[in-house]
């Protein structure tokens, strides 16, 4: 069994705020013995992170002392060659251990972001991908991940009011195509529809259907999950894949 959980934030004043007021929703987490958690997209204040060591600090300290993989969102990284969105990985020892670049930047984001080259699988309570909201859109992304090996998916996400539906929808029909748990965290704030969700699947009678979980403010939630028992539907789904043209 691995405990698996989201943290949906609101808008802080400045970063630091923000930092020190999610500190105390993952150290409950950490309490509860979570082993991984997922934070939405852009959610400080300036949606840019230059120092990942520095300002996630507490966040780092957090994740050795628990043994806990925390995804403290995605966010804009600057260099001087490239402007990306990136979401880092703080393992359970309380050290990057990798991140995952948005590979389809959204609208506006299309005239200074550099798209991701790859979607990339980490491995500590078990084997994951990363979804970087508009990822969620293109079917090949959460399929590439599974192919690779992932048991279970983690979106960090900024959706406003307006697109909270067809989102919903997305997550659902993503788990449902690749038959796998999928944890979407988002903001909520008078802009951003909030509304994180935690997709499971249930199966009756070879028919099988989303469990949905909803987050509703500023709060984190876990929930165990038995990542074996997809392993069988999922390999009849995809053997059930025809190569057509």
């Known amino acids: 069994m691995v405990k698996i959980g989201l943290i949906q934030t609101r808008s802080h004043s400045t970063n630091q705020k923000g930092i020190s007021e999610i500190s105390k929703i993952l150290k409950k987490l950490g309490r509860s013995d979570t082993d991984i958690v997922c934070l939405p997209e852009q959610w400080l204040k300036n ?3 230059r120092n990942p060591d520095i300002e996630f600090l507490e966040f780092k300290k957090i994740a050795k002392e628990f043994a806990m993989t925390i995804i403290p969102g995605a966010f804009y990284e600057v260099t001087k060659n490239r402007t990306s969105i990136i979401a880092p990985v703080i393992g359970p020892k309380g050290e990057f251990i990798g991140r995952q670049e948005k590979i389809h930047p ?3 984001e299309k005239g200074n972001v ?3 080259k790859e979607a990339k699988i980490f491995n500590t309570a078990c084997k994951f991908g990363v979804i970087i909201c508009y990822d969620m859109v293109f079917p090949n992304v959460a399929n590439t991940l599974v192919k690779k090996g992932a048991q279970v998916l983690l979106s960090p ?3 406003v009011k307006r697109g909270i539906e067809p989102w919903q929808m997305y997550v659902q029909v993503r788990a449902l195509e690749n ?12 802009r951003f529809g909030g509304n994180s969700l935690i997709i499971d699947l249930a199966e009756n009678n070879k028919v099988v259907t989303t469990k949905v979980m909803k987050l509703n403010g500023e709060c984190g ?3 165990k999950f038995d990542l074996k028992k ?3 539907n999922r390999k009849i789904r995809f053997s059930d894949s025809n190569k057509f043209q």
């Open 47 to 49: 949606n840019e992170i």
């Open 106 to 108: 959204f609208g506006y």
């Open 114 to 116: 550099n798209p991701g």
């Open 157 to 159: 996400s900024r959706i």
């Open 179 to 190: 038959r796998i748990p999928i944890l979407a965290a988002n903001v909520e704030n008078r």
């Open 221 to 223: 939630t876990s929930k």
């Open 230 to 232: 997809y392993e069988k």
